[in-house]
Nanobody, 118 residues
């Protein structure tokens, strides 16, 4: 299982970024893929997830309305569209996958840095 997140960068507050998680074909057969983030000095937190068969999505309550998760089965890629970015969104963003509902996320990709300047 291979996961690779990319698309991070430096953006001004109020701007947008789209992150991509490129997954191996094996990875795209899992139950879902999720996005997590970890800011300096803080614990990793859940951002959003999407089931790979039905495309059902789930978001952290605090991010609803600003972030949108989507997938492209043909490209084995999951996206995270981030709008109205705030400095508090600055973090390393990771994509992760799990085989079954309610299981821990077992597979993690290398993160991509998102920095939002004020």
């Amino acid at each position: 299982v291979q996961l690779q997140a990319f698309g991070g960068g430096l953006v001004q507050a109020g701007g947008s970024l789209r992150l991509s998680c490129a997954a191996s074909e094996r990875a795209f057969s899992m139950y879902d893929l999720g996005w997590f983030r970890q800011a300096p000095g803080k614990e990793r937190e859940f951002v959003a997830a999407i089931t790979l068969r039905r495309g059902s999505s789930l978001y952290a309550d605090s991010l609803k309305g600003r972030f949108t998760i989507s997938k492209d089965n043909a490209k084995n890629t999951v996206y995270l569209q981030m709008n109205s970015l705030k400095p508090d969104d600055t973090a390393v963003y990771y994509c992760a996958g799990r085989e079954r509902i309610a299981a821990n996320y077992e597979y993690w990709g290398r993160g991509t840095q998102v920095t939002v300047s004020s």
